[in-house]
Nanobody, 118 residues
């Protein structure tokens, strides 16, 4: 299983970015998919995740600014980020928790850098 995140970049505060994560296998092989981030000197933290049944959960700091979504047919996971703040600056990673044959395994994509300037 491979996950490839993309879409990061440099944006001004208040701006918008859309992150994408392409999976190499069907989403039916995952029971949860999510986005995490890690800022310099800090631990990796959950940003948002979506379960196989479509239930979403967001970290408290999101405050309605981000939206996680997925495209089953194209095996893509997205994170729409609006009203970005400088404190959102971090490397963002997508993660998939395996199901079925992949049960018990976690998969991580390489991160994509998000930098929000003041």
């Amino acid at each position: 299983v491979q996950l490839q995140a993309s879409g990061g970049g440099l944006v001004q505060a208040g701006g918008t970015l859309r992150l994408s994560c392409a999976a190499s296998t069907s989403f039916f092989n995952f029971h949860v998919m999510g986005w995490y981030r890690q800022a310099p000197g800090k631990q990796r933290e959950l940003v948002a995740h979506i379960t196989s049944s479509g239930i979403t959960e967001y970290a408290g700091f999101v405050q309605g600014r981000f939206t996680i979504s997925r495209d089953f047919a194209n095996k893509m996971l997205f994170l729409q980020m609006d009203s970005l703040k400088p404190e959102d600056t971090a490397v963002y990673y997508c993660k998939a928790e395996g199901a079925r044959l992949y049960r018990g395994r976690d998969y991580w994509g390489k991160g994509t850098q998000v930098t929000v300037s003041t």
